[in-house]
């Protein structure tokens, strides 16, 4: 079994940066891509970036240049570096793992980020 919990969410200014954690319980490294997803208030969830075993990395083409999506297989966790972090960010934040045809199958209990105007 697999768990996987968020932290580091939290109100922040537009403009500003925060940092988002993931901490994995359970044989980690099996999974070969992780990712974070958000969901705003009413909205879908929507993926925000992936990153492979290998550190290979996707990104959702409104965080493109701006948000970093990193892991550290030896602490078994991952990273989100938010910068320049705008209203439109604000939404709910998850990590995933356990990749089955492109769905992840294990989800965090996500972490609240919040952009103030």
């Known amino acids: 079994q697999v768990q996987l919990v968020e932290s580091g969410g939290g109100l922040v200014q537009a403009g500003g940066s925060l940092r988002v954690s993931c901490a994995v319980s359970?044989?980690?490294?099996?999974?070969?891509?992780m990712g974070w997803y958000r969901q705003a208030a009413g909205k879908e969830r929507d993926l925000v970036a992936t990153?492979?075993?290998?550190?290979?990395?996707n990104y959702a083409d409104s965080v493109k240049g701006r948000f970093t999506i990193s892991r550290d297989n030896a602490k078994n966790t991952m990273y989100l570096q938010m910068n320049s972090l705008k209203p439109e960010d604000t939404a709910i934040y998850y990590c995933?793992?356990?990749?089955?045809?492109?769905?992840?199958?294990?989800w965090g209990q996500g972490t609240q980020v919040t952009v103030s105007s």
């Open positions: 995933a793992t356990g990749f089955v045809n492109g769905a992840p199958r294990y």
């Open positions: 990153i492979t075993l290998g550190g290979s990395t």
């Open positions: 359970g044989s980690f490294r099996r999974y070969n891509t």
